[in-house]
């Protein structure tokens, strides 16, 4: 079922809330949830989709950068190498890339979303930065919260100017 996506800033409220881990017996009803979330990221076009960004506040999120991946309660455990800023689009923000600083590799441990068994995984690259970004939804914090507030302003004024802002 494709579900619709919070957008900043009209839903700016909702992307702020923080998201709670998902307790060890729910894993047999979040199923239903992380086909939803694929189903709706693949829709919007996007390679990562967290729980917050269709109203669920759980902390879970998925990607697909050639290969589908689950996270259930992800914790980054090592940064390697030196922040760089990139390009990064969020489907919150439609049509909006901006510079963000990201690493280039994490260490991600999580829970497998059918068995509940811990996992860690090393990413790179794209999928790196993804985790970087989703794992910042699941804190409350979307891209326009890592600019200055000018730029900040800019950005909502430039959604509105499109119509898909306030
Ligand atoms: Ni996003």
Redesign the pocket.
Known sequence: VIRSILKWPQDGRRLHEKSVPVPGDEFEDIKELVQDMFETMYDAGGI?L?GI?IGVALRIFVMDNHEQRVFVNPVITAFFGKKELKNEG???LPGIVEMVERHEEVDVEYQDHVTAAKKKIRLKGIEAQCAQ??ID?LDGI?IPDKMSPLDRTRLASKLSKKGIGI
């Open positions: 990562g967290a960004q969020c489907l919150s970004h989703e939804h979307t």
